[in-house]
């Protein structure tokens, strides 16, 4: 338990990193030499010395909404196990509570956002809601997927067992022929569904935590954005929660990320640092995702986020067929 | 066409030569040849005669084929009225309400009457400005979005009021007009030969180009001849400025949809632009160059290699980013079939520089109407048919290995110890004079009219962008609104060339 706990305040710490380290990434990418790592987390220190501005026009449920979507966001971490070991608590079909409790969070922002009477903030709500929609089905058809691969639904057993699994194919290299191939990839399944659950979730990064392609978190056009114009009027402690909150997004989908590939049974020391390492790997992936190509266009938005759901299908139709045979 | 003056750019003509038209035969006039011979109005200037009893409305013309400009004159009396031109030539759209709002002479029948700039001195009222009439939208899904007027980036004040139907805009309008600066009213005062700092401040981003249109207009009221060498060094500035000017557009561009590569390297590439200026003149924009009789700064052998140095690596670096730029499939699926304008539309409305030669029309002063230097260079204009945020984009770079071509060229010409700078002599009166330099952005005209003792009656400063907003309001039409920085970028047009 207590193993438990200093492992869930870990990805806190490590999640509130991330931000500054796809920044820094980028920064890199082009010939800069960035701002600190600490840098978002020194501005949300700063915003909670920071007093609020709030609008005549909103009702309590603005004040409340970046409140419950940190909390919410928080409490989806609990279910996530981080570096290899049980997360903090776990129960069968926890990854539903997860991915609901999340969208609490998200409904209350857009709430708050509506709440403002600002057309940018309904636009960006309208916009957030369509893709987070469209994204959901990719997350639970992976996940059904998973579940129905390991005979669990709890992210817990899940991930402690799919790494393991892994280990144990064995890829010939004396001559893989592509009938052959094709034959290690079908009984693989557990390779197809971590390599695709790594591209799903990697997608639902880029969508929930707003980033390139689906959005662009550093050019403030309030046109353009989704989920930054939903909190154009927050101010001083509510931001903080609300930037506090969407590092955490991008730290718990990455330790799930991780999860698929970490080895389990590992010593504790060693699984700590590998998770660490995968991290930083994570931070970069993303980074460099965004240092290289250019916002898609927001017409084009809907299909990207589609396809996260087409592969999870794929990994859902692999195994419908092999458990067929 | 004797009721034209023909004269070819840049001019000056005693005042009693400018012919006189009447009222009808003035709307006939110029609805024939804007129709019919691909005519564009640069100058339609009323102001105040005859004891404030007349009007005197002065036209100027651009006529691209035969490389002239067209000048006449007609007179109304005051608060007269007339059949508007824009139902039949809406390129006269803006220019007859500009009339208005400074002359008060009505266009009956102008299908959008509303104000320019409400100025404070304005003669004609077209209601007040707290009251703007937006136009409105109703419906289901029908919303309404304002941006503005203080604009949440740096940039200057605008309104722009979006009438969308769910993500998709059925019409931008944009509102300007709130910096109140009464440059025009500025340029009347004291002698017209000390208002270079004014002119350079017309709009901070084309300062050669403002400068220069000035100072000819100040050279040619004084009989002052430059050298060659002064003409050379002020076309060097002002192709500088247009490098530099469309790098900052395609880091924009770049910029805006997150592009990261794109956008550090054009900045990186236009400091060095802007700090070779700086060598020039001691002004990163180019202030303090140009002054009528010459120009204040000599570029020696030393900076001569300096400036061949900075465009061999502008030459070297920007073929890398552009075959980047250009092929990255993200890039370009942004980038096309974006904020598109028919070439139709372009002609209609009559848009200039960059934004007509994207739009496939063929408009560009230096080469119809080209100033000393310019008239040697057998230039070609780049024109691209697409009139998309791609074509905008392209366009920047095709012009930008122009402008390095004839920077070169004229480097490496021999240097001719020629003076720099002349003393102007005493203005000439009862004249009117008319300058047109191609800036970056596009064609910038200024037109200047002398009374009696050298004294100013009327300075009128075109911007190109003073054509070009419109433009940029018909091509978001049917986009997405996330899709309108990108335009807006693309464009890159100047609220206080606009708000004068």
């Given amino acids: ?325 | 066409m004797y009721k034209w003056l023909k004269v070819k750019n840049p001019a000056i003509v005693p005042l009693k030569d400018i012919p006189v038209l009447t009222v009808p035969e003035m709307l006939e006039e110029v609805v024939d040849l804007i129709k019919n011979e691909g005519v564009r109005p640069l100058h339609f200037a009323g102001r105040k005669t005859h004891d404030n009893r007349k009007v005197t409305v002065t036209i100027v013309l651009a006529d691209d084929v035969e490389n002239s400009l067209l000048l006449s004159q007609v007179v109304f009396t005051a608060d007269d009225c007339y059949d508007s031109l824009t139902p039949q030539a809406p390129i006269m759209h803006l220019f007859e309400r500009e009339l208005y709002e400074q002359a008060g002479i009505i266009p009956l029948g102008h299908p959008w009457p509303k104000g320019v700039r409400y100025e404070h001195d304005r003669v004609g009222d077209l209601g007040n400005f707290n009251e703007y009439p937006y136009l409105q939208s109703e419906g289901i899904r029908m919303h309404e979005v304002a941006v503005g007027p203080v604009h949440a980036g740096i940039i200057e004040p605008g309104s722009f009021r979006f009438l969308c139907y769910g993500e998709q805009v059925w019409h931008l309008e944009i509102q300007l007009g709130y910096q109140h600066r009464g440059v025009e009213g500025l340029f009347k005062t004291g002698s017209i030969l000390n208002k270079s700092h004014l002119s350079e401040s017309i709009a901070g981003d084309t300062v050669i180009g403002h400068a220069w249109a000035y100072a000819i207009l100040a050279e040619l009221l004084t009989d002052t001849e430059v050298t060659n060498r002064v003409q050379a060094i002020r076309a060097i500035a002002l192709e500088l400025e247009r490098i530099a000017m469309h790098l900052v557009g395609l880091g924009g561009i770049a910029m805006d949809i997150g592009y990261l590569p794109g956008a550090s390297v054009y900045g990186r590439l236009r400091t060095a632009v802007i700090n070779t200026m700086l060598k020039i003149c001691g002004s990163r924009f180019g202030r303090g160059l140009i002054r009528p009789g010459g120009v204040l700064f000599d570029i020696d052998t030393a900076l001569n290699l300096e400036i061949v140095d900075v465009l061999d690596v502008l030459y070297r670096d920007i073929e890398k980013i552009n075959e980047l730029f250009f092929n990255m499939p993200s890039v370009l699926s942004r980038l096309e079939h974006t904020g598109t304008v028919s070439k139709e539309t372009a002609k209609a409305i009559g848009l200039v520089g960059i934004m007509a030669k994207m739009s496939g029309l063929s408009v560009d002063s230096r080469i119809s109407h080209p100033i000393s230097i310019y008239a040697n260079e057998r230039l070609k204009p780049h024109v691209l048919d697409g009139g998309d945020v791609f074509a905008r984009a392209k366009i920047r770079v095709l012009e930008i290995d122009q402008s390095m071509r004839l920077i070169r060229r004229w480097l490496g010409t021999e240097v001719k110890r020629n003076e720099l700078y002349v003393k102007p002599g005493t203005v000439k009166s009862n004249h009117l004079a008319v300058s047109v330099v191609e800036g970056w952005r596009g064609e910038i005209s200024h037109m200047v009219i002398t009374g009696n003792q050298s004294s100013v009656l009327q300075y009128k400063v075109k911007d190109p962008s003073f054509n070009n907003w419109m433009g940029l309001a018909l091509a978001v039409r049917d986009n997405g609104i996330s899709d309108f920085p990108l335009c807006n970028k693309s464009f890159d047009l100047s609220y206080c060339g606009f708000d004068l």
Wanted: net charge neutral; with cysteine; glycine share 8%.
């Fill in chain 1, 1 to 325: 338990m207590m193993d438990a706990a200093v492992r869930y305040v870990l990805m806190i710490v490590v999640a509130l990193l991330m931000p500054g380290l796809i920044n820094k990434v980028k920064a890199l990418w082009g010939g800069r030499q960035g701002a600190s790592i600490l840098q978002p987390i020194y501005d949300i220190c700063r915003l909670f010395h920071k007093s609020q501005v709030i609008s005549e026009t909103t009702s309590p449920i603005f004040r409340v909404a970046p409140s419950i979507n940190l909390v919410a966001s928080l409490c989806a971490g609990l279910v996530v196990p981080v570096a290899g070991k049980e997360s903090l608590i776990y129960f069968n079909g926890d990854f539903v509570f997860f991915a609901y409790i999340l969208a609490l969070g998200r409904f209350f922002t857009v709430l708050g956002a509506l709440d403002t009477g600002s057309s940018f903030e309904g636009m960006g709500a309208s916009r957030e809601v369509t893709f987070s929609a469209l994204i959901e089905p990719a997350f639970f058809i992976i996940m059904g997927a998973m579940a129905m691969l390991t005979g669990y639904t709890s992210f817990s057993q899940i991930f402690s067992l799919i790494p393991g699994l892994l280990q144990n194919i064995k890829i010939n290299d004396a001559g893989v022929s592509i009938a052959e191939l094709i034959r290690l990839w079908a009984h693989s399944e557990l390779l197809v569904a971590a390599v695709c659950g790594n591209i799903v979730f990697l997608i639902m990064i880029l969508v929930e935590a707003s980033r390139l392609p689906v959005d662009d978190p550093t050019t403030h056009l309030e046109l353009t954005m989704i989920h930054e114009v939903m909190v154009l009027d927050n101010s001083g402690i509510d931001l903080a929660f609300i930037q506090w909150a969407s590092a955490l997004k991008i730290g718990m989908l990455g330790t799930l990320i991780v999860a698929l590939i970490l080895p389990a049974a590992l010593y504790m020391w060693s699984a700590v640092m590998l998770y660490l390492f995968l991290m930083l790997l994570v931070a970069i992936t993303i980074g460099s995702i965004e240092s290289v190509m250019a916002r898609l266009r927001m017409t084009h938005v809907p299909q990207f986020v589609l396809g996260a759901s087409s592969i999870a299908l794929i990994v859902l139709a692999i195994l419908l067929l092999g458990h067929k045979q």
